[in-house]
């Protein structure tokens, strides 16, 4: 299953107390102080891990704490400082507070961390407080209590190029046709059940990273279908190829589907619809009309978008479509 939010409860440590104790040597009185500082708690450090790809563990794992410091002791002995707590989380996660919104972080890189909660200090030993006017302090600090918060996981898939449309445009099969990644699909309107990344290996040592967003429908940027919990998804990649559904059953004409994803685009972020885009016109085995093929062509052109007609079931215009992708790679993604 992919989970792509989630909120969970992090109590960092807390610090350990400061120790009241006394030297025991004959002839000083009361021995001195020797009470040692208490150790600091643990910190909660989230780190980004390119070999984890949902946040599926925190559905069932939900509350955290780190390690609280040990208390001082007797004989100027300092407390043990509580192991920090380390949590793994995919690359490509925002971290935010879960009470106010704000970003703590945004982690994209892999061994990429972030201090999320920040252990307590440890309390100071009555030694601490030994002064020329008070030579045997009783008092010592307790420790400071860790940091504790709520934070809201939300991951963002790392892809270099978006593959968007409209439910039954074909995006399932063209990602599973250009990469080795086998999408799970649902009934319509539902389509894909959830963003899938594929590899497209474009030469030797040159490849592209493609993301499969399911659930763009009409009304998606405000909650629509599916499309809402996975717009955020585009938000990483570099260009977009938009698939259209060109055949003689095709719900809508090319240039309404093109304009309504379009919109929605729009709707949820202005930045996604600044995104380049390959136009790519899919099932022309079941077109009779080629004409409109031509039509799509000069449109398209004449506003400096690519386009590439194709099947993926005879696999007619695919090398074509790499090699769009590969051209345009090198001027897109920097």
């Known amino acids: 299953m992919f989970i792509d939010k989630a ?15 006394f030297h025991r040597e004959k002839f000083v009185p009361m021995g001195g102080p020797s009470g040692g500082d208490g150790g600091k708690g643990g910190d909660i450090i989230l780190l980004a ?3 984890l790809h949902t946040l599926m563990d925190f559905k069932y794992k939900r509350h955290y704490k780190a390690q609280r410091g040990q208390n001082g002791q007797g004989g100027n002995k300092k407390g043990k ?4 707590l380390i949590i ?8 935010k507070d879960a009470q106010t919104g704000e970003i703590i972080a945004d982690l994209v890189e892999d061994g ?25 302090p009783t008092k010592a600090d307790p420790g400071e ?84 919990e996975f717009l955020r998804h585009i938000e990483r990649t570099k260009f977009l190829i938009h ?10 004409e090319w240039k309404e589907a093109y304009q309504i994803i379009n919109t929605e685009l729009g709707n949820y972020s202005e930045d996604l619809l600044k995104k380049p885009q390959i136009v790519v016109a899919n099932k ?15 449109f398209f052109q004449s506003r400096g978008i690519p386009f590439v007609s194709v099947s993926l079931i005879t696999r007619e215009g695919l090398e074509e479509l790499i090699d769009t992708v590969k051209r345009y790679k090198r001027e897109w993604i920097k």
């Open 7 to 21: 909120k969970i409860f992090l109590k960092a440590g807390d610090g350990g107390n400061g120790c009241v104790a």
């Open 145 to 228: 209590e860790g940091e504790e918060r709520w934070v809201e996981l939300e991951l963002k898939l790392l892809a270099d190029i978006g593959i968007i449309g409209f439910p039954n445009a074909g995006k399932s099969t063209l990602i599973s046709v250009l990469s080795k990644a086998r999408p799970k699909i649902a009934d319509y309107p539902f389509t894909t059940l959830t963003p899938v990344l594929g590899v497209l290996q474009l030469d030797v040592d040159d490849f592209v990273v493609l993301a499969d967003i399911p659930g763009l429908i009409e009304g998606a940027s405000e909650g629509v279908g599916l499309g809402h």
């Open 49 to 51: 891990d390119k070999d």
């Open 284 to 298: 022309i085995d079941a077109l009779s009309d080629k004409s409109k093929l031509q039509e799509m062509r000069e």
């Open 112 to 136: 990429q961390r972030v201090v999320v909660a920040k252990g307590g200090k440890g309390g100071k030993g009555n030694a601490a407080f030994k002064t020329a006017t008070n030579q045997a």
């Open 88 to 95: 793994k989380i995919p690359v490509g996660t925002v971290v």
């Open 81 to 84: 400082d509580g192991e920090d």
């Open 243 to 252: 698939l259209i559904d060109v055949s003689d059953f095709a719900e809508r």
